[in-house]
C-alpha cells in the first residue's frame, strides 16, 4: 500500500541555509526563503504552471485599530481625517493552490500590515511591497500543508539538535563527492560520541553526566537514520559509559 505521507516525505528537511530567526510582534520565529520552497516544489511536482500551480481568489484591505498619533506633551491621540478615524490596515490574499491536477487544490490567506504606525506615535509606514509579501505568505502556508518545509512550520526547528540533523541530510544530499563527504561526516559523528564518553567520565556528579549523555544520545538518535547507521548499535558505547558510571556514583554515594 502507498503511504499517504509520500509526497510529505519527499521534501526532507528543510536546509538550515535557507532559514533565519525573526522577531514578530515579540514572537521569535523561523523565517523561510519563499524561493527556496518553490524550488523544493518544483523539485517534486514539476516546473510552476505544469505540476502545480495557484490563482488569488480574493484581496482586500482590512482595517485593524484607529492610528494612534503622539500629540503635543507625547501623549498619543486617534488621528482623524475630519470626523472620520483613520485607520491601520493590513493587507490580506486568498489563494487557490493546486498539484498534480488542476482538480487537486486548496487555499490559504496570506496577510501583511499596509498601513501603520510606529509604536510611539511617532510616524506612519506605509508598505508599498505588502501584496507581494502576503501572496508569499499565503503560498508559503500553502506548500507546508503538502510537507514543503514543513518540519519549520511544525516547529521542529527549535530543536538545535534538529538543525544540526538537517544540515547534515543536506551537506550530504548537495555533496559534488558524495561518498568522501559520507565518510567524513561518519568520521564527524564517531569523534562526536568519543568526545561525549570523554565527558562524561569527568563529570563531577550523577546529573552532570545523566545530561551529557542525554544529549549525545539525542544527537546519535537524530543523525545515525541519516548516516544509515543503527541508533542502538551508535549508542551501545555511551550506554556502557552511562551504566559504569551510574554504579561508581551510587557506590561513592553510600
Not at 511544525?154 to 565518510?183: I, P, R, S, T, V
Request: proline residues 3%; negative net charge; charged residues 30%.
Amino acid at each position: 500500500m502507498m503511504s499517504n505521507l509520500k509526497l510529505w516525505d519527499s521534501f526532507g528537511k528543510t536546509d538550515p541555509k535557507y532559514t533565519k530567526s525573526a522577531n514578530v510582534d515579540g514572537n521569535r520565529q523561523t523565517s523561510l526563503s519563499g524561493n527556496y520552497m518553490v524550488k523544493l516544489a518544483t523539485e517534486s511536482l514539476g516546473p510552476i504552471g505544469e505540476g502545480w500551480g495557484y490563482r488569488i481568489v480574493e484581496e482586500r484591505l482590512d482595517n485593524t485599530k484607529p492610528v494612534m498619533m503622539k500629540a503635543e506633551g507625547g501623549k498619543l491621540e486617534i488621528l482623524k481625517d475630519g470626523d472620520s478615524i483613520v485607520w491601520e490596515q493590513n493587507h490580506t490574499v486568498l489563494i487557490e493552490l493546486w498539484h498534480g491536477s488542476r482538480d487537486n487544490t486548496f487555499t490559504q490567506f496570506g496577510h501583511t500590515k499596509f498601513r501603520y504606525m510606529k509604536a510611539d506615535g511617532s510616524k506612519m509606514i506605509i508598505d508599498n511591497e505588502c501584496a507581494k509579501k502576503s501572496l508569499t505568505d499565503a503560498m508559503k502556508k500553502c506548500l507546508s500543508l503538502i510537507g514543503v518545509c514543513a518540519d519549520v512550520f511544525m516547529g521542529e526547528f527549535d530543536d538545535q539538535g534538529y538543525q544540526q540533523a538537517a544540515q547534515l541530510e543536506n551537506e550530504l544530499k548537495k555533496a559534488d563527492d558524495k561518498d568522501a563527504e559520507y565518510l567524513s561526516k561518519i568520521e564527524q559523528f564517531n569523534a562526536a560520541i568519543d568526545d561525549a564518553l570523554n565527558a562524561m567520565e569527568l563529570c563531577p556528579n550523577m546529573p552532570a553526566m545523566q545530561n551529557v549523555y542525554g544529549l549525545a544520545a539525542h544527537k546519535v538518535d537524530r543523525e545515525a537514520p541519516i548516516l544509515g547507521i543503527d541508533p542502538a548499535t551508535a549508542k551501545q558505547p555511551l550506554d556502557a559509559k552511562y551504566h559504569e558510571l551510574t554504579s561508581k556514583f551510587n557506590q561513592e554515594a553510600k
